[in-house]
């Protein structure tokens, strides 16, 4: 999670919503990183998770992800749900929930419907209060910037 803290802090460079997601390996190594880049891409898809996934399918050379582990700053919301299922990602890791649009648990439970043929295991809350830190410093300032 140290990691996936880190790219959320790069986060900064773009103003995008600092979220960081890491891919590990079975023996835990890390394989790939992604951060939002929405903003810097212009890019509705550039998720952290979605650019964190892409990366490890580079990495390993196919999009069966299987053996690995996501792990990332704020609840996955929908499509990186439906993303990480469709990678075979068989475990994730997650700090902050996202009451808005979580999809591994808050609002929705996509990663362990028992409707789709693939779940994943999710372990939720790691450092949480460092991850949520992140985001509420960062919407703090955009309403003083945007006067709300």
């Known amino acids: 999670m140290s990691l996936a803290l880190a790219e959320a802090d790069a986060c900064r460079v773009s103003a995008d919503v600092p979220v960081g997601a890491v891919v590990v390996d ?3 190594l890390v394989i ?5 880049e929405r903003e810097l891409r212009q890019d509705p898809t550039a998720h952290a998770e979605v650019i964190a996934l ?3 399918a ?3 050379g ?5 053996g690995t582990t996501l792990v ?3 609840e996955p919301c929908p499509m990186c749900a439906g993303a990480l299922l469709a990678a075979r990602v068989p475990r994730l890791v997650y700090g902050a929930w996202d009451d808005k649009a979580g999809g591994a648990g808050s609002v929705y439970d996509i990663v362990r419907d028992r409707r789709l043929p693939h779940r994943a295991e999710v372990y939720a809350g790691v450092r949480e ?3 949520r830190a992140r985001l509420d410093d960062f919407f703090a300032a955009r309403r003083v910037v945007e006067g709300h």
Not at 32 to 36: I, L
Not at 62 to 66: E, N, P
């Open 72 to 74: 990332v700053t704020l």
């Open 26 to 28: 079975t023996d835990g």
């Open 129 to 131: 209060a460092e991850c």
């Open 54 to 56: 892409r990366a490890a």
């Open 32 to 36: 790939a990183t992604g951060r939002n």
């Open 58 to 60: 580079a990495h390993t």
């Open 62 to 66: 196919d999009w069966h992800l299987t």
